[in-house]
């Protein structure tokens, strides 16, 4: 099916177990140990790999001498580019050939791979591996390489620049005007499960039992990379211990593994350290940031403009779109956005946490904030004078947009009207205290998938879909579907995802995967109820499915009465017209108080509230707990997360999480969010959008908003840390 028309009503329509606030399906499997990720699947005489990283930024290697490592007890192979295989090449999207000559682009590039008996040993005939460098001059800075930057032009991403109206004209004749640079810092997803792979062969086909959100995507970037036929990769991954993008495009690991276990033929295991993440893997980029924001005197904007640069690999064209919200965000007639990347000597960037608005928003609501200060408006009024009537660059409704409801519910339940408008002036012993919103958007894409579903002889379902569970849900709100679809208990209903010999899927990433996986799983369920339909003799408009029956009027038969060997269908759903005709996003406000120490600058979150509209809300719980979390990557945004770049030698210092700082419990005290009715009839079967992401957009610009009302402090370099705030504070008399 394509979107390609408004969605009637449909069997979702009616209160069931849609949307309950369900218990995770995989629960009991994960806090008992039963569910296996990656590196815990057991096979007969496997190897282990350790990666040998550059030691340098850029350069070339001169001699690399393998025999004491090759010489350690255990080890049966050191691959190198002198015994790697010629491999197929591309940007991260489309390849990741390793070992390819002796050229180093970047630090902690892998230069060797030890294959030992057992882990202990590989990671020790490591360390005697001898690389020795022939060092080049490197590009590492984001800042010190703007000269260099140039327009982007990925294939699967928004044109890096919009232009409406006459913004310069417009932005100059503008009575009010703030024209602000916000900087944002280089950042590591930081999951909790290692990128871990085991590999091993079966004649000419490859198996892979690996950590990675986008499994037929993998499988096509591995075929390219091995040049093999992709029907003869498998990519197994039931369970991922988080990836927040850093699993999206398959790393060096599971071409590491494939290559040694085809050389070897005996399956091959690795995973890459904590540190070794920081570097063989994706991060975000850092962003630097110009707002320009003109309005009259009233607040009514006249110009918007946003200008982004990021930088990324020589070789890439992904860039991070932190100006992309701004095209659609806030109305207003004369609009400007811009991106541009610079070519820097370091690891590939690529997405992380929603990728653009999770860091375009960090500047575009605080320069709101310093907008509506210079207006004496209330922030929120000042984005209900801005509300859009349709999207403002493409000129096409909205397929819903519920932004002021959260607005004003979330103001309400926060407390908003007590806030005093002026810095400084809320104290609570030492502490000066301070609050601050913002708004929040992300969009809604929607991905090509395809699903089955099969009624059993039992009367139990089983659904099927290559679908991953990044640990948002998949398993619980695919069984939420299938059971009120088929009338079933969720107990009566096995979900199986994680393997690439399942239907293709959009898999995990960018808040897309509930509604793509969601919507096709849709579509076989209502195939499957006319195929039972059929079979019992009624008119499956008029059937009803409850308690393993199907009724119509005054008949009503078991579905096991149905089945002899079992009844199987398919569904499918990709993007059509609605994707274009209609302006598809996620709502939200965030709501923030912070405390300031007023003699030592100490910041402390008191509490947070968010506000969301996502369409049909699938599972309330685990739609809660996601954007609860995005909200914590928030406050780690604004006040925690930066890997910090040695500009001389293009290595990230901090690269572990000892010293790479996310929120702990202590950081996050009272923090809630909710999510208002909402069925969005142009989104997908589903009337659903993304969540997984919204709760990040614009949470930390709503911290770092409320510490400028708390003590009068404007920090525009995130996060804001002690010395940054200490130096912006107001010279206190």
């Given at each position: 099916m394509e979107m390609?028309?408004?969605?009637?009503?449909?069997?979702?329509?009616?209160?069931?177990?849609?949307?309950?606030?369900?218990?995770?399906?995989?629960?009991?499997?994960?806090?008992?140990?039963?569910?296996?990720?990656?590196?815990?699947?057991?096979?007969?005489?496997?190897?282990?790999?350790?990666?040998?990283?550059?030691?340098?930024?850029?350069?070339?290697?001169?001699?690399?001498?393998?025999?004491a490592a090759e010489n350690t007890p255990g080890v049966v192979l050191v691959l190198t580019h002198r015994?790697?295989?010629?491999?197929?090449?591309?940007?991260?999207?489309?390849?990741?050939?390793?070992?390819?000559?002796?050229?180093?682009?970047y630090y902690g590039q892998p230069v060797a791979f030890v294959v030992a008996e057992s882990f202990e040993q590989a990671r020790a005939a490591a360390y005697l591996v001898d690389v020795k460098y022939d060092r080049s001059s490197g590009k590492y800075a984001l800042r010190q390489n703007l000269d260099q930057a140039r327009v982007p032009h990925p294939d699967d991403a928004p044109a890096a620049d919009s232009a409406v109206g006459d913004f310069a004209g417009a932005f100059a004749g503008a009575p009010v005007q703030v024209d602000v640079t916000y900087t944002t810092p280089l950042q590591s997803h930081a999951m909790m499960e290692p990128h871990a792979t085991l590999a091993m062969w079966d004649g000419d086909r490859l198996i892979l039992h690996t950590a990675n959100q986008m499994l037929n995507q993998g499988q096509k970037v591995i075929a390219t990379t091995l040049k093999i036929p992709v029907e003869n990769i498998r990519l197994i991954s039931p369970f991922i211990g988080g990836g927040f993008g850093g699993k999206l495009w398959v790393n060096a690991d599971a071409i590491l593994a494939a290559i040694a276990s085809r050389q070897l033929k005996q399956p091959v295991k690795t995973a890459l350290t904590r540190q070794q993440i920081f570097h063989v893997t994706t991060h975000r980029s850092d962003t630097i940031q110009r707002v320009r924001l003109g309005t009259d005197r009233d607040g009514r904007m006249l110009a918007i403009g946003h200008d982004v640069f990021s930088g990324n690999l020589p070789s890439e064209q992904t860039y991070e779109g932190a100006a992309l919200q701004t095209r659609t965000l806030y109305a207003g007639a004369n609009r400007l956005t811009r991106h541009r990347l610079a070519p820097l000597d370091i690891p590939v960037a690529s997405s992380m946490r929603a990728p653009g608005e999770s860091v375009g928003l960090m500047a575009l609501e605080c320069a709101m904030d310093e907008l509506a200060e210079k207006l004496n408006l209330d922030p929120i009024e000042l984005r209900l004078r801005n509300e859009p009537s349709e999207d403002p660059e493409q000129h096409i409704p909205y397929s819903s947009r519920h932004l002021v409801a959260c607005m004003q519910e979330g103001a309400r339940l926060f407390g908003w009207d007590k806030r005093n408008a002026k810095p400084g002036q809320v104290r609570d012993g030492r502490w000066l205290v301070g609050m601050g919103?913002?708004?929040?958007?992300?969009?809604?894409?929607?991905?090509?998938?395809?699903?089955?579903?099969?009624?059993?002889?039992?009367?139990?379902?089983?659904?099927?879909?290559?679908?991953?569970?990044?640990?948002?849900?998949?398993?619980?709100?695919?069984?939420?579907?299938?059971?009120?679809?088929?009338?079933?208990?969720?107990?009566?209903?096995?979900?199986?995802?994680?393997?690439?010999?399942?239907?293709?899927?959009?898999?995990?990433?960018?808040?897309?995967?509930?509604?793509?996986?969601?919507?096709?799983?849709?579509?076989?369920?209502?195939?499957?109820?006319?195929?039972?339909?059929?079979?019992?003799?009624?008119?499956?408009?008029?059937?009803?499915?409850?308690?393993?029956?199907?009724?119509?009027?005054?008949?009503?038969i078991k579905l096991t009465d149905l089945v002899d060997t079992g009844i199987e269908a398919d569904g499918e759903i990709g993007p059509g017209r609605n994707n274009k005709e209609f302006s598809q996003q996620s709502y939200g406000a965030h709501f923030a108080e912070v405390g300031v120490d007023a003699d030592t600058g100490e910041l402390r979150l008191r509490r947070m509230l968010g506000v969301f509209t996502a369409g049909r809300v699938l599972n309330a719980k685990t739609a809660?707990?996601?954007?609860?979390?995005?909200?914590?990557?928030?406050?780690?945004?604004?006040?925690?997360?930066?890997?910090?770049?040695?500009?001389?030698?293009?290595?990230?210092?901090?690269?572990?999480?000892?010293?790479?700082?996310?929120?702990?419990?202590?950081?996050?005290?009272?923090?809630?969010?909710?999510?208002?009715?909402?069925?969005?009839?142009?989104?997908?079967?589903?009337?659903?959008?993304?969540?997984?992401?919204?709760?990040?957009?614009?949470?930390?610009?709503?911290?770092?908003?409320?510490?400028?009302?708390?003590?009068?402090?404007?920090?525009?370099?995130?996060?804001?840390?002690?010395?940054?705030?200490?130096?912006?504070?107001?010279?206190?008399?």
């Open positions: 390609n028309s408004p969605v009637g009503s449909n069997a979702l329509d009616t209160e069931g177990v849609v949307g309950k606030p369900l218990d995770r399906v995989d629960g009991p499997l994960k806090v008992t140990g039963g569910a296996r990720y990656a590196y815990e699947v057991q096979q007969q005489n496997a190897l282990y790999g350790f990666v040998v990283e550059a030691s340098i930024g850029k350069g070339t290697i001169r001699s690399l001498d393998t025999r015994n790697a295989p010629t491999q197929g090449t591309g940007n991260h999207r489309e390849a990741h050939p390793v070992l390819t000559g002796p050229q180093v682009t919103m913002a708004a929040a958007t992300r969009g809604n894409p929607l991905r090509p998938s395809s699903a089955s579903v099969r009624l059993n002889p039992d009367g139990t379902a089983t659904v099927q879909m290559a679908m991953t569970d990044i640990g948002t849900g998949t398993y619980t709100i695919l069984a939420q579907i299938t059971a009120e679809m088929l009338g079933l208990p969720t107990d009566r209903v096995r979900v199986e995802l994680g393997d690439t010999n399942f239907p293709e899927a959009a898999g995990s990433g960018g808040s897309w995967g509930a509604g793509s996986s969601g919507s096709a799983l849709f579509e076989a369920c209502e195939s499957l109820r006319e195929k039972l339909a059929q079979q019992a003799g009624m008119d499956v408009k008029t059937a009803r499915f409850a308690d393993g029956r199907i009724a119509s009027g005054e008949r009503s809660r707990s996601q954007a609860i979390g995005g909200m914590v990557f928030g406050v780690g945004a604004a006040l925690h997360e930066a890997m910090t770049l040695d500009p001389r030698f293009g290595y990230f210092v901090n690269r572990d999480l000892a010293e790479y700082l996310v929120p702990v419990h202590a950081d996050i005290p009272a923090i809630d969010a909710i999510f208002l009715p909402e069925l969005d009839q142009q989104s997908n079967p589903l009337k659903s959008k993304g969540i997984g992401e919204l709760g990040i957009c614009g949470a930390g610009a709503s911290l770092a908003n409320a510490i400028y009302n708390a003590c009068g402090a404007r920090v525009r370099d995130f996060p804001v840390t002690l010395d940054k705030l200490l130096s912006s504070l107001p010279i206190q008399t």
